[in-house]
Nanobody, 120 residues
């Protein structure tokens, strides 16, 4: 029902910046939140940043103050501005949409992932 297209990943030096974009298409009814997760080699996938349907934001402690999530509702697009990047930020970043599935609760939709590599 929801398709996500990500862009903006790549290789950057420590201290640099990247801007990730995620454009959503399909049925956008009942969307609870959109956000970004990441998964480093050997690690579990973790929440990076989230923005709810009413505009509230949530950040992982490790990125708060460096990353900023924003959305453009007219374009159904979510952005992740990443500043002061560290090698520890190296991971595959996944766009996520949380959609309410009636009484079953939220269903997660995922992008294909985009690689972010921060060199030291």
């Amino acid at each position: 029902q929801v398709q996500l297209v990500e862009s903006g990943g790549g290789l950057v030096q420590a201290g640099g910046s990247l801007r990730l974009s995620c454009a959503a298409s399909g049925s956008m009814f009942g969307i609870n939140a959109m956000g970004w997760y990441r998964q480093a080699p050997g690690k579990q996938r973790e929440l990076v940043a989230l923005v709810t349907s009413v505009g509230d934001t949530n950040y992982a402690d490790s990125v708060e103050g460096r990353f900023t999530i924003s959305r453009d509702n007219a374009k159904n697009t979510v952005y992740l501005q990443m500043n002061s990047l560290k090698p520890e930020d190296t991971a595959v970043y996944y766009c996520n949409v949380q959609k309410q599935a009636g009484r079953l609760g939220p269903v997660f939709y995922w992008g294909q992932g985009t690689q972010v590599t921060v060199s030291s």
